[in-house]
């Protein structure tokens, strides 16, 4: 939350009097220790004083265009102007005098009254009562601000909101700190000190109690929406492309255009339509378009493809269907026989060819095939007659019809009507 500093602030008087009751904005610390203010009514944030709760003095300071900086590596102090935007190591005049003037208001402010509060008193018992002098003013300032410590170090530490005890563990409090991220819109590229300034006065700002854990939690936060923004813009690039895509197929369907117009043609063609515009780099709509036409080409090539491989499937038919063409059927007069067919002319000749040739291999294949298979089995049968004769010749020879005198014609003319003899001598080859 935010600490609101009012007339209870420990420190000069002059801050006590700026700081009224009736003014919208507020003091805090944050956990780093730097000072931030933040306005009630605008809930607005800021690490810039407002001018609501600047001192006189300050105020008389603030009016110079001409600020006073220390240079962080060799702690030396400088002077800028915003407005010429120039810089000096030496204090310019102008604000020379605006510290005077701020010294001067400074001086005629002290409180007149001799009734103090304790934290005047305590002031005043560590400063010296002459206020003219510069170094007595610098000791008072010191004092205050040692009295003004001392008062915030002894003060009760607030109680834990009802917030901070609802977490029941660190992994939920980190998720609601992420979650204030996430409510707050905060960017993938915005610095720590600018995000601060919209989450410091939520709740949930204290839901992680150490620095540390807070800008890791920052840190990875950003990591989330840095991915989550990266892939929200590629969705958007995919689907603005495919919408532009989309544009030139219904042109293209409806012959608006073909793939031998150029762009600059085509171009004029959508100037009005918002998925034109939606690319918004010219090259990029160029680059679509010359994809697109390739994308044409592509499926125009694959149209004719098919259609001439369907042309193929039925030509082939026909020959299979066609008793006439055998494997000795040449080219040259198949050509002259088909020469008034209609469906035959309209085929390209060189794929016609191509898978006549290819038919007339196939039926030599089949026909080689046929040849073995027969072979193969006349040869089984030869085999069979063998053996069945040489069955019938044991069988006379047991019986002793066959004698080493026995000739050949006189034992065929017993035999002559067997079965087993008859099927050898049908057999092609020579005679047994």
Same mark, same amino acid.
């Given at each position: 939350?935010?600490?609101?500093?009012?007339?209870?602030?420990?420190?000069?008087?002059?801050?006590?009097?700026?700081?009224?009751?009736?003014?919208?904005?507020?003091?805090?610390?944050?956990?780093?220790?730097?000072?931030?203010?933040?306005?009630?009514?605008?809930?607005?944030?800021?690490?810039?004083?407002?001018?609501?709760?600047?001192?006189?003095?300050?105020?008389?300071?603030?009016?110079?265009?001409?600020?006073?900086?220390?240079?962080?590596?060799?702690?030396?102090?400088?002077?800028?102007?915003?407005?010429?935007?120039?810089?000096?190591?030496?204090?310019?005049?102008?604000?020379?005098?605006? &510290?005077?003037?701020?010294?001067?208001?400074?001086?005629?402010?002290?409180?007149?009254?001799?009734?103090?509060?304790?934290?005047?008193?305590?002031?005043?018992?560590?400063?010296?009562?002459?206020?003219?002098?510069?170094?007595?003013?610098?000791?008072?300032?010191?004092?205050?601000? !040692?009295?003004?410590?001392?008062?915030?170090?002894?003060?009760?530490?607030?109680?834990?909101?009802?917030?901070?005890?609802?977490?029941?563990?660190?992994?939920?409090?980190?998720?609601?700190?992420?979650?204030?991220?996430?409510?707050?819109?905060?960017?993938?590229?915005?610095?720590?000190?600018?995000?601060?300034?919209?989450?410091?006065?939520?709740?949930?700002?204290?839901?992680?109690?150490?620095?540390?854990?807070?800008?890791?939690?920052?840190?990875?936060?950003?990591?989330?929406?840095? !991915?989550?923004?990266?892939?929200?813009?590629?969705?958007?690039?995919?689907?603005?492309?495919?919408?532009?895509?989309?544009?030139?197929?219904?042109?293209?369907?409806?012959?608006?255009?073909?793939?031998?117009?150029?762009?600059?043609?085509?171009?004029?063609?959508?100037?009005?339509?918002?998925?034109?515009?939606?690319?918004?780099?010219?090259?990029?709509?160029?680059?679509?378009?010359?994809?697109?036409?390739?994308?044409?080409?592509?499926?125009?090539?694959?149209?004719?493809?098919?259609?001439?491989?369907?042309?193929?499937?039925?030509?082939?038919?026909?020959?299979?269907?066609?008793?006439?063409?055998?494997?000795?059927?040449?080219?040259?007069?198949?050509?002259?026989?088909?020469?008034?067919?209609?469906?035959?002319?309209?085929?390209?000749?060189?794929?016609?060819?191509?898978?006549?040739?290819?038919?007339?291999?196939?039926?030599?294949?089949?026909?080689?095939?046929?040849?073995?298979?027969?072979?193969?089995?006349?040869?089984?049968?030869?085999?069979?007659?063998?053996?069945?004769?040489?069955? &019938?010749?044991?069988?006379?020879?047991?019986?002793?019809?066959?004698?080493?005198?026995?000739?050949?014609?006189?034992?065929?003319?017993?035999?002559?009507?067997?079965?087993?003899?008859?099927?050898?001598?049908?057999?092609?080859?020579?005679?047994?």
């Amino acid at each position: 939350g935010c600490m609101i500093l009012g007339n209870s602030g420990v420190g000069k008087s002059t801050l006590a009097n700026v700081l009224a009751p009736a003014s919208d904005w507020s003091e805090a610390t944050s956990d780093d220790g730097r000072k931030y203010y933040f306005n009630k009514l605008t809930r607005v944030t800021t690490w810039e004083k407002p001018n609501e709760l600047k001192t006189p003095e300050e105020l008389a300071i603030s009016s110079s265009p001409w600020k006073e900086y220390t240079n962080a590596e060799t702690g030396k102090k400088y002077y800028y102007n915003h407005i010429t935007q120039k810089s000096a190591w030496e204090m310019p005049s102008e604000y020379k005098d605006a &510290l005077d003037k701020a010294k001067g208001i400074a001086s005629k402010t002290q409180p007149s009254s001799t009734t103090t509060t304790p934290a005047q008193h305590a002031t005043n018992t560590n400063t010296n009562t002459s206020s003219s002098s510069d170094t007595k003013a610098k000791t008072d300032t010191k004092a205050d601000e !040692k009295s003004s410590t001392n008062t915030r170090s002894s003060s009760p530490t607030p109680a834990v909101s009802k917030r901070e005890q609802s977490y029941g563990n660190k992994d939920d409090a980190w998720g609601a700190f992420k979650q204030l991220l996430a409510d707050m819109s905060v960017g993938s590229t915005v610095p720590w000190d600018s995000a601060l300034k919209h989450i410091i006065c939520d709740d949930r700002y204290k839901a992680l109690s150490k620095i540390a854990d807070k800008k890791a939690a920052f840190l990875e936060y950003q990591v989330e929406r840095r !991915k989550t923004e990266q892939e929200d813009r590629r969705r958007k690039e995919k689907q603005v492309r495919t919408d532009f895509l989309n544009m030139l197929r219904e042109a293209a369907s409806d012959a608006t255009i073909t793939a031998r117009h150029p762009w600059r043609r085509v171009s004029r063609a959508f100037m009005h339509d918002p998925r034109h515009d939606a690319v918004e780099d010219e090259r990029d709509r160029e680059d679509l378009y010359d994809e697109f036409v390739l994308e044409m080409e592509r499926q125009d090539l694959d149209a004719r493809q098919r259609e001439k491989q369907e042309s193929a499937k039925k030509f082939k038919q026909r020959l299979e269907e066609d008793k006439d063409v055998t494997s000795r059927t040449q080219w040259r007069r198949y050509v002259q026989h088909m020469e008034n067919d209609p469906q035959f002319r309209a085929m390209d000749k060189l794929e016609a060819l191509r898978v006549f040739e290819g038919h007339i291999r196939e039926l030599e294949a089949r026909e080689a095939e046929t040849d073995r298979v027969n072979k193969e089995r006349q040869r089984r049968d030869s085999r069979k007659a063998r053996d069945a004769f040489r069955q &019938l010749l044991n069988e006379h020879y047991a019986a002793g019809d066959i004698v080493p005198k026995t000739r050949w014609r006189e034992f065929v003319k017993g035999v002559v009507e067997d079965e087993r003899y008859v099927n050898l001598i049908s057999q092609p080859g020579s005679m047994p």
